[in-house]
């Protein structure tokens, strides 16, 4: 069975900084394509960020460029976000996502970046 779990979300204030995590499990980590989408209130999936199984390609959206960065660590199974310089409009729930063969998702995390 295949698990996506994340976490390091929670409240924050506006500039402040919070890493989330994603711990997978059931599948072969090193094959898949990793993604870290957002969802906000009303508004539709968003592709955050993005990594090649071999590391060596990121890709962000342009709102996040230079605030966010996503890295993974294949012996441990587990893909980062690090986002700094966090604004009220990054306030979503966060979802990793794994996709080559198959496609999967985590459960989310809250983010609020509130004063």
Do not use: H
């Amino acid at each position: 069975q295949v698990q996506l779990v994340e976490s390091g979300g929670g409240l924050v204030q506006p500039g402040g900084s919070l890493r989330l995590s994603c711990v997978a499990s059931g599948l072969n980590f090193s094959r898949y394509t990793m993604n870290w989408y957002r969802q906000a209130p009303g508004k539709g999936r968003e592709l955050v960020a993005s990594i090649s199984r071999d590391d060596l390609t990121t890709q962000y959206a342009d709102s996040v460029k230079g605030r966010f960065t996503i890295s993974r660590d294949n012996a441990k199974n587990t893909v980062y976000l690090q986002m700094n310089s966090l604004e009220p409009e990054d306030t979503a729930v966060y979802y990793c996502n794994a996709i080559w063969s198959n496609r999967y998702w985590g459960q989310g995390t809250q983010v609020t970046v509130s004063s």
